[in-house]
């Protein structure tokens, strides 16, 4: 399993998110698996204590993270660690695809579930779940996609809530 060139020269350009690496070949793959899982940054930040954009950075193939890192991305993505390293002409493993196809399955079930008022599909609903849970018990632990998510801190907030916005757009154009 290979995890790139660790260039030690670069030690002195080490950033909360990782070293970047300085030749371009990818170092490992969080962003793969955490789409592949259904995971968004968010959710991912949160599972981390961490900032969305410490995520991001994270997130950047070229990122030359600590071991530990890696490890707190393996425990809050739910993979094996050698899923989020990058060996040469890697793709993710059948096991893992499996699950993590599984896992918004079971994500979209439990969503309807929440979301229908009829009866008839809600035991339908019901079956479905108990059926994946059979052929896959760790899905017993899974949420329903997030309807609402948690409110931002400003740090979080986009491009358009640091715009400044011109008089004009309060002015009342109707008078």
Not at 52 to 58: A, D, M, N
Not at 59 to 83: G, R, T
Not at 132 to 139: A, S
Request: glycine fraction near 6%; hydrophobic fraction near 40%.
């Amino acid at each position: 399993m290979t995890i790139g060139h660790y260039d030690t020269t670069s030690m002195g350009a080490a950033q909360e998110g990782g070293i970047p690496a300085t030749d371009c070949q990818p170092l490992q793959r969080l962003m793969t698996v955490r789409r592949q899982q259904g995971l968004s940054r968010r959710t991912v930040a949160r599972r981390l204590n961490i900032e969305i954009e410490q995520v991001r950075q994270q997130e950047s193939e070229s990122s030359d993270l600590p071991l530990s890192v890696v490890y707190a991305w393996q425990k809050a993505l739910e993979v094996p660690v050698a899923e989020l390293l990058v060996e040469a002409g890697d793709v993710l493993t059948p096991p893992v695809l499996r699950r993590s196809q599984f896992v918004r399955l079971m994500k979209t079930v439990l969503a309807i579930s929440e979301r229908t008022k009829q009866e008839s599909v809600r035991r339908m609903v019901q079956t479905i779940i108990g059926q994946l849970v059979e052929i896959m018990p760790e899905l017993a632990n899974v949420s329903a996609w997030h309807v609402v998510g948690k409110r931002r801190h400003l740090s979080e907030l986009g491009v358009a809530a640091q715009r400044r916005l011109g008089e004009e757009v309060f002015l009342n154009r109707y008078e």
